[in-house]
């Protein structure tokens, strides 16, 4: 039996097992005030509609939604047009992780392309011109890539900016699933300006704005930076169950999380203690990882027979069975002593094994 | 220009438009402590769990969801067979005010009844077994009712049990859309057992537990009385984008509201504002009324030149524009003091009018 | 026991139980000649894209389909948009007769208006408007009208304009399901400017041309009208399961029924034998007529207890119970013959029930 | 300039390029006589049932419908589960080339398997196990194969029965796609037993059997080997617009085709005219073949420059355009003659090429 020390409960488990910052909380105490129209018709939601004009300019239509997939099923359902598909990752949220609510949303296919690291590659699309005309065949209709990646890469805005021509040149309108959004900006730079080279300055049509993971108690945003598709918006959300009544309570989480570009500042620790668990476990003998974090997540290999047993000391998901991967993910609340607690077990109960 | 009291600002407008009872913030903050897995896997949706067991009995499964529609369509999608319609009143919000999310997640057709007052009867459901067996129609399969109603009637258990039980003997299921069903439960005698008495006891098999309007920041239950039914459900939750990622903070929202009852006795004081409401405002000359009001909502007609000025002093929604009949809704923290300040206002203003 | 005359078999039932005319049975045989490409790229193909030109004038894009409820739900979907709805006649076959496929194909709602003869008026639309702009509400997106009616009334060229005028100022789009456009036309006048005045000239926007009851062996096309609402119909097409492989069996049989207008002339007879069974009838004892028949079907009301008795004799169909009143129909190949035997069974009959 | 000989017309490109057995069209014509009820209450598809009862056993139940994406369709409308994935090889038909119609309709994953010769492994089911409980995941619901495959190969009885045991363990139902099922028989031994090996010996459920590319003018049939999944199938069935209304064409046309194993017959002939072609072009300098041709396609890669020249000079398809593939099929009709000129041209091109 290996000793190990008290584990961090769930410390490394995921973004959305961490709770929601005291600042966040304290705006929905604030915002519980007398009565406001439900559904979007109150102030709190006037205020966070600016907020998200000033991160990505004067036309961004926002639209305030419960969940990330309900985001993405918005998105998606907003753009696209009859008998188009889908294009994304094999690795894609809207591919794997959503019980097929795009499929189930949308009447359509939503068509994978094989990837390393996360990222679509505009060759690929290329790949699908052929595509394009033939009655016999779903049309490629909207590319959906994921900031920061499923696979905890970071696209620079050189990428995503050829992507998106890639895209609109055959036709295709282009989406951003970002419920990790502020682990990219961070990523980037940790400025407004560093939003801006992924997003709009890059050409993408519409943004899944994550707030939840973020810092929030629940919420995110659909973001429409092309207006222009932005017309059936309101409808599809509610079509796709996904406006809240009590409105005020959602924006006034975003409006704390946006002030003072806290939300920034959230996701830069949380990507520093991503590259601190790295950095504490890299050479531990019986861990292999492809590359150092960008974001906040590691995703080692190791021992199946290790696995099991760590998980129960101090639980995280499999990743990818195959390679006997993890995932290690931090949070905004992440300390520095509970990566240094869990690299510690980590160590201890590795060098046992071997 | 007629001189008016101050208005309590859209006291009646809806009861989406209040806030939260102070009690549902606390367990907000008090949820607000360490890492927890999500998606249910906390024990604060053990917790509601066990609640909605108490409620329901032992074999009763819920499921948190994030809205009202999205709720209703959990349980339409998880109940529901191929080729089947749901079948509603005409007044149901399933049919009317969502916008078809049903039609769209089901894809199948909603089928409305006439009803003078929110409610379905019997032999409405025993009129379409001719569509039974024929292949040219849509098969009835699942029956909505709304307890309370859209209209603000409230069914009576044995109405209840006879829906349900011409509906089982059709080869139907029966889903009751709960969004105010603790204004029903207080209006039936404000018991477990009255709550009992129109759902388990009458054999409904799905229900859409209200929580936002009765008091919550956001959040609703999916409960299967008929377990049998659930096997699907947490797949479907999921795939119609009403999966909560922190969800702990949905359920000790609701444990804060079924603790003691709370949820019953704020509708109660919910429903008594509505009589009050009434009471103060049945003899104004101008106002004319079908019906005293059985829960939190009354819909009187008026001259429709008032309806406007009326509006804009202190907001209310537009119900039957055919009848210039418009509605004014209480809330659980609705005073005594808005219901007389506002039963005054109209008194003025009509008076004025004539 | 009453002694009647031979019965016709099933000679009134519908004009889907009559075979196909000779001069198409033809043109499948003729068109069985060696290998062609599937899927439209033929010459009997391209030339029924020119009849349909011919028809409707020289941009209109036609697609040849297999079945009524493929050509209303390929027209409707290629033409919706998101979160929409379908606005038609309480009595439409998509509203009532096709099970539910519209809401299945477009994930929309079919919001269906009282109508006491079939017909939709332009003042029911305007009665929408206040839906338009509401995101509680699926939006009026397609008016879909018939052509004759299922009650076998005929709209005049004035109403159907007058209906699209309304449509387009409302921002919809309109649909004609013209299962029996044929009828329809040959009460018009039985020329092509009849065809034209109540469809392009009227505004329609897109056209379900039926072909299987006018004679064919099987066979509908969809006829856009507005071509740019085209662009995406041939995906759509595969898409609902619409899309012939061997095509040219399909674009035969059109041509030989659009040649030398024969449609028509097989309408017109059509018509005259439901008119000659109205005459034939109208004065027996024990039935009841709304009205005249404008195309090839009577809806007789006549006591309960001859219906059973009668349908064994020779069989028709049920239509409204709640009225007992049934549907006898005429085909193209119904003779003088059939007529007035049947009538003379009818008139045998009810002598001696009475 | 290369001197070719004379061209048969399309005579490679697809078994739907070819017309319909003279017994088919004869059965057509025979059957247009008088009125009968529509939508299968005629005698010829009441013959049609039996005779599918013949091929598959006492409980077998069929319906017939227009087309290929059509059966396809309604055999996993009709027996997938709310939230379940369809599984399929990444060469399926209903994946690959039809348009999405299966996620249109089914509002579900379509989740491709990789594979090389079209066929799917059990394995690659068992390596789905893990999905299956976890409420993230599409679950694995319905494996559909495809007999012959899309990559013209053929599964072996014991290769059908091993991947339904293993669907079947992991709670799925299985669909085989017989747009080529006569093929299949044809190469399986070419009698009933061998068309039951692969079929309800082996486990299926369900089977889209083909007729049109098997020598009918058009015509499917969707049979439930398992009756217990067909409660729903009618509805369905008109429910995705495949219900025929004058349902005895295409019955008269299954019942020539299955008349005397005429449909494996001519499954037997197009298998040896591929076989054929295989032998007169696989030792032609400048082709190469995978393998011997298991039923009547054959895919031969060549040089780029010489691919459109040669379907200038004769029509057929492009396969996988990254190995410069290429898909030469027979059909029902394709004399040796026809194979013989064919391989003549391709030779004396390739030579000159060279």
């Known amino acids: 039996m290996i000793e190990l020390p008290p584990a961090p409960a769930c410390a490394f488990a995921s973004d959305n097992a961490a709770g929601a910052h005291p600042s966040v909380i304290d705006a929905i105490v604030r915002a519980n005030v007398g009565h406001q129209l439900a559904y979007g018709s109150d102030a709190h939601t006037a205020e966070a509609g600016a907020r998200f004009r000033d991160l990505f300019g004067p036309t961004a239509e926002s639209f305030l939604v419960w969940n990330g997939t309900g985001a993405n099923v918005m998105s998606l359902a907003t753009v696209i047009h009859p008998a188009e598909a889908v294009v994304c990752s094999e690795w894609a949220h809207i591919a794997v992780d959503e019980t097929g609510a795009p499929e189930r949303a949308l009447g359509a296919k939503v068509m994978t392309l094989p990837s390393v690291d996360g990222k679509v590659r505009p060759e690929q699309l290329d790949a699908l011109a052929h595509f394009i005309g033939d009655q016999h065949h779903a049309q490629p209709g909207v590319l959906s890539i994921t900031q920061s990646t499923e696979l905890g890469t970071v696209y620079t805005p050189d990428e995503v900016a050829a992507l998106c021509d890639t895209a609109h040149r055959l036709g295709m309108r282009v989406h951003l699933d970002g419920a990790r959004i502020a682990n990219a900006t961070a990523a980037l730079g940790g400025t407004i300006q560093a939003l801006r080279s992924f ?156």
Not at 204 to 233: H, I, M, Q
Not at 295 to 302: G, H, I
Not at 321 to 328: G, L, M, N
């Open 199 to 354: 997003t709009v300055d890059a050409g993408v049509d519409v943004v899944s704005f994550g707030g939840t993971k973020a810092g929030l108690v629940g919420g995110e945003a659909v973001v429409f930076l092309n207006p222009a598709l932005a017309s059936r918006a309101k409808y599809v959300r509610k079509q796709v169950n996904q406006l809240p009544s009590k409105m005020r309570f959602i924006a006034a989480q975003f409006n704390a999380l946006l002030h003072d570009d806290l939300w920034i500042r959230l996701a830069e620790h949380s990507n520093a203690m991503g590259t601190r668990l790295y950095e504490a476990t890299r050479s531990i003998d019986g861990l292999s990882f492809d590359a150092a974090p960008q974001v906040n997540s590691v995703f080692p290999c190791l021992s199946p027979e290790a696995i099991v047993p760590l998980q129960e000391w101090c639980f995280f998901w499999n990743w990818n069975a195959a390679r006997d991967q993890v995932r290690w993910m931090t949070a905004w609340d992440t300390t520095p002593a509970d990566v240094d607690r869990f690299a510690e077990g980590v160590r201890i109960f590795l060098a046992e094994c071997n």
